[in-house]
């Protein structure tokens, strides 16, 4: 069966501090990433997605990257963060399977980041 | 342009009545794909159930049931017989095929409690 894991599970990081939120996804292969942001009692914001290694659209022009070394592995990063940088950051996988589209997409237990 | 509004932001109810949580959806699309969404006080979304636009056969499982009518362009959620476990955030999603077809938009959501 299919697993994903996100860590950290929560983060405090001084605003100006980098950072790097580490996914990877476990028995599937090609698999399409996601990152998504959620505010505060707020839906999901689409951050980036990927179809393949080294493939990666940004969906939000803001200070976070991400990139795809590894087939499974999805990182977002940040040279300096922001305040408004806080939130609840989940990373997801959808099979390759229909298309972007109709694929639904399981998610990770998510990392709870302050910006402080 | 995409867009889902679920307008029930919070639901009250007391366990063992049934409650129907509404998400309407704008697309100028044929082909999309709707999900509905659990995410539970833990925070990690799950996955509940994924719809095309050229299937409208409402569906149960369980003690959930969907309804799908692109007439109102609506796809409500219903759960019978709610349980405290039931209590979490759901959230309505919607995936075109023919425009940026890897944006997944997520409606607000609606928080539910169910009260023992």
Known sequence: SQTIHQWPATLVQPVGSPLSLECTVEGTSN?????????????LQLL?????????????????????????????????????????????????????????????PGTRLTVT | AQKVTQAQTEISVVEKEDVTLDCVYETRDTTYYLFWYKQPPSGELVFLIRRNSFDEQNEISG?????????????????????VVDSAVYFCALSEAETGG??????????LFVKA
Do not use: H, M
């Open chain 2, 102 to 111: 890897f944006k997944t938009i997520f409606g607000a959501g609606t928080r």
């Open chain 1, 48 to 108: 980036f997605y990927s179809v393949g290694i080294g493939q990666i659209s940004s969906e939000v022009p803001q200070n976070l990257s991400a990139s795809r070394p590894q087939d499974r592995q999805f990182i977002l990063s940040s040279k300096k963060l922001l305040l408004s940088d806080s939130g609840f950051y989940l990373c997801a996988w959808s099979a390759t399977r229909g298309g972007l589209a109709g694929s639904e997409q399981y998610f990770g």
């Open chain 1, 31 to 43: 698999p399409n990433l996601y990152w998504y942001r959620q505010a505060a009692g707020r839906g």
């Open chain 2, 63 to 83: 003690r959930y049931s969907w309804n799908f009518q692109k007439s109102t362009s609506s796809f409500n959620f219903t759960i019978t017989a709610s349980q």
